[in-house]
């Protein structure tokens, strides 16, 4: 099946078969993780850049290691180590970096449109990794993918995303996926930290009554409290947030008997989530999302560069 996708910005201009053909590569780049030799000469002679302008673990070293693996040469550049700190544009940075002949721009930024805006000017292919509070894709294609190894099916399920809408990233992605992938999805939030007009968000339902909500989900998401984004924060303390809508073990009891426990990282233990269900065996799948990271980055890597499902070489 061919990929017409040349960049992964905005999730929505994916369709499920699209969404369907990344998982299915992820997939079969696993037998590569699990080897003694992880690294195959699939994208041998691309050059790939990681721009990252605001800070990361997770996103950021999948990608390196996804990239290492599939044999591309990469170059690791953003921040204040840059000339954008002289007062370099945006857009004479990216046509620098163009001018190497490079192929891809993976991009995360503190503003919102900023990976747009280098897919118009540059002639490379662009993953955003994270822009301000408007899409982070490939954290729903790694939860997509986490929640589809732990479930079987995505189709149906009932997806439960608690917290800090407002100010998430991963729900601008991670809710049209999940609606693109035929789930039902319930956002779960203290009403200041859910966006003015939650409509916009594309949920099947709005609520903050998490007791009401807990007992229906297949999935719990539970988001991160952005303390960098919060500017004066818009309830009591995080202590009180814990209490209300944090994940406890005595909301655990409320929970179906196989729900997942899944969050995008970093987490703030004893905030949204307690350690004894960030680390809960059986319903935790918080790890395996970590590792789901370099499967999905290798596969969107692989099918943007134009590569397709059959032709992954050992
Ligand atoms: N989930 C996520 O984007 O984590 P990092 O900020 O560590 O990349």
Redesign the pocket.
């Known amino acids: 099946m061919s990929f017409n996708h040349k960049h992964l910005i905005d999730i929505t201009e994916y369709s499920a078969d699209d969404i369907m053909q990344i998982l299915e590569t992820a997939q079969r780049f696993r037998s590569v993780n699990e080897r003694r030799i992880k690294k195959i000469p699939t994208l041998k002679g691309f050059t790939v850049v990681n721009m990252f302008n605001e ?6 070293s999948s990608f390196e290691i996804a990239e290492k693996r599939l044999s591309c040469d990469s170059l690791n550049f953003g921040g204040s180590s840059t000339s954008t700190v002289k007062g370099e544009s945006l857009v004479d940075t990216v046509e620098t970096l163009c001018a190497y002949k490079i192929d891809m721009i993976i991009v ?1 930024d503190k503003h919102a449109g900023v990976p747009r805006k280098i897919a118009d000017v540059s002639g490379a292919h662009v993953i955003d ?2 822009d301000g509070k408007h899409q ?1 894709p490939t ?1 729903a294609l790694l939860d997509l993918y986490s929640i589809w190894q732990a479930k079987g099916d995505l189709n149906g399920l009932k997806v439960g995303i608690v917290g800090d809408i407002g100010h998430s990233r ?1 729900c601008g992605s991670l809710i049209p996926a999940l609606k693109i992938m035929g789930c039902e999805v319930t956002v779960i939030a203290p009403p200041t930290l859910m966006p003015a007009r939650p409509e916009v968000l594309g949920a099947d339902h709005v609520t903050c009554k998490i007791e009401e909500a807990l007992p229906e989900l297949d999935v719990v998401y539970m988001l991160r409290i952005q303390r960098e984004r919060l500017e004066g924060a818009p309830y009591p303390s995080l202590r009180e947030y814990n209490m209300l809508f944090g994940l406890t073990q005595e909301r655990e009891r409320m929970m179906k008997r196989d729900a997942i426990i899944c969050h ?3 987490i703030n233990r004893g905030v949204e989530l307690d350690s004894f269900m960030a680390d809960h065996p059986e319903r935790s799948v918080i790890l395996d999302q970590v590792y789901a990271g370099i499967l999905t980055r290798m596969a969107a890597l692989y099918l943007l560069l134009g590569g397709s499902e059959d032709g992954i070489t050992a």
């Open positions: 800070p990361s673990t997770r996103t950021r995360r990794a994270g982070h954290q991963v995008p990282g970093p």
